[in-house]
C-alpha cells in the first residue's frame, strides 16, 4: 500500500505539473511583477524608482480614477443582476420548448455569445451609428430627432450595457438551462397534483433548485463586468474616452498611451483586489441566501 501510494503521488505530480507549471509562469509570476512594480515609477518596458505608495496615494485625487470607478460601478449594476434575469427567464421559455424547434432558439440566443467583440461592434454600430445606423433612419421615420447615442455621456453607458447583455446572455441561459433539467419532473408532477398554481411552483420548487445555478452566474456575471473593456474602448472611438473611461481603460491609458507602467499597475492592484473582494463577498451572501431558502 505504501508503495502504490508513493506511485500514485508521482503519477499526480507527472499529471499536474505542466498546468502548476504554465499556471505560474502565465498568472502567479506577473501578478507578483505587478504588485512589485505598483511601488516604483517604471515605464511601460524597464525598471524605476522605489516611490512606496505614492502611486495608491494619488488615485483618489486623480479625478480620472474616480470617473473610471463610478463608470465601471454603474457599468456592474446596469448589467449584474438585469442580465441574469434576463437570461433566467429565456432559459426557463426555452426549457419549455422541445425538439428541434428548442435547439434552434437556443442556438439563436447563444450564436452571439461566439462572436468576437470586434463583429459586435460593427453589428451595433451599423444599427447606433448617428448617421448610418438602422435605428436612426427608424427615427427619421417618425419624425424624431436623431440621437448620437455612442457620442452622448447619458446615454453611452446603457447603450453599452445592452449590447453587453445581448452579447453575454448565451452563456447563462445555457446554464440556467443546464440546471433546469437537472430539477426532476417528479417534483413538478407531484406539485401539479396538489393543484399548485405556477407562481407557486416557480417560488417553491424551481427557484430553490436553481439558487446555485444563479449564485454561479451571477459571480460570473459581476467578475466579467468588473473587467469590462473591450466595448467601451470600440464604442469610444470617435468620442468622449475620458467619459466614459473605466478602471481597465484607465490601465490601458496610463500603460501604453502615456507609458506609467509604475501607476497603472497601481490601478491594476486595485481593481484585481476589488474583484476578488467583492466576488468573494457576493458568493458568500448568495450562498447564504440560499441556504435560508
Given at each position: 500500500?505504501?508503495?502504490?501510494?508513493?506511485?500514485?503521488?508521482?503519477?499526480?505530480?507527472?499529471?499536474?505539473?505542466?498546468?502548476?507549471?504554465i499556471y505560474l509562469l502565465v498568472f502567479v509570476w506577473p501578478t507578483i511583477q505587478m504588485f512589485g512594480?505598483?511601488?516604483?515609477?517604471?515605464?511601460?518596458?524597464?525598471s524605476g524608482d522605489w516611490v512606496g505608495t505614492e502611486n495608491y496615494e494619488r488615485l483618489p485625487k486623480d479625478p480620472r480614477f474616480r470617473t473610471a470607478a463610478w463608470n465601471t460601478a454603474y457599468f456592474v449594476v446596469l448589467t449584474v443582476l438585469p442580465g441574469t434575469l434576463i437570461a433566467l427567464l429565456i432559459g426557463m421559455g426555452i426549457s419549455r420548448l422541445k425538439g428541434r424547434l428548442q435547439a434552434a432558439v437556443l442556438a439563436l440566443f447563444f450564436l452571439p455569445y461566439i462572436l468576437p467583440v470586434s463583429v459586435v461592434y460593427f453589428i451595433w454600430d451599423w444599427l447606433l451609428n448617428f448617421q448610418f445606423g438602422l435605428l436612426m433612419h427608424i427615427l427619421d421615420l417618425f419624425g424624431l430627432d436623431r440621437i448620437p447615442i455612442m457620442k452622448t455621456r447619458d446615454w453611452f453607458?446603457?447603450?453599452?450595457?445592452?449590447?453587453?447583455?445581448?452579447?453575454?446572455?448565451?452563456?447563462?441561459?445555457?446554464?440556467?438551462?443546464?440546471g433546469l433539467r437537472a430539477i426532476p419532473p417528479e417534483i413538478y408532477e407531484a406539485a401539479a397534483l396538489d393543484n399548485a398554481s405556477r407562481w407557486t411552483t416557480f417560488r417553491r420548487i424551481t427557484w430553490p433548485l436553481l439558487w446555485p445555478v444563479t449564485s454561479l452566474v451571477f459571480t460570473i456575471q459581476l467578475i466579467s463586468q468588473l473587467k469590462i473593456f473591450d466595448q467601451v474602448y470600440l464604442f469610444s472611438v470617435g468620442g468622449r474616452p475620458n467619459d466614459n473611461m473605466v478602471l481597465v481603460y484607465y490601465v490601458f491609458q496610463r500603460a501604453f498611451q502615456q507609458d506609467q507602467g509604475g501607476r497603472a499597475a497601481a490601478v491594476a492592484v486595485t481593481l484585481f483586489v476589488l474583484v476578488v473582494v467583492v466576488s468573494v463577498m457576493q458568493f458568500q451572501l448568495l450562498r447564504m441566501a440560499g441556504n435560508r431558502k
Open positions: 500500500m505504501l508503495t502504490n501510494r508513493r506511485k500514485d503521488a508521482w503519477i499526480a505530480a507527472v499529471l499536474v505539473a505542466p498546468f502548476l507549471a512594480i505598483s511601488f516604483t515609477d517604471a515605464p511601460l518596458i524597464g453607458m446603457p447603450a453599452v450595457a445592452v449590447v453587453t447583455i445581448w452579447w453575454t446572455a448565451g452563456f447563462s441561459i445555457l446554464l440556467f438551462l443546464a
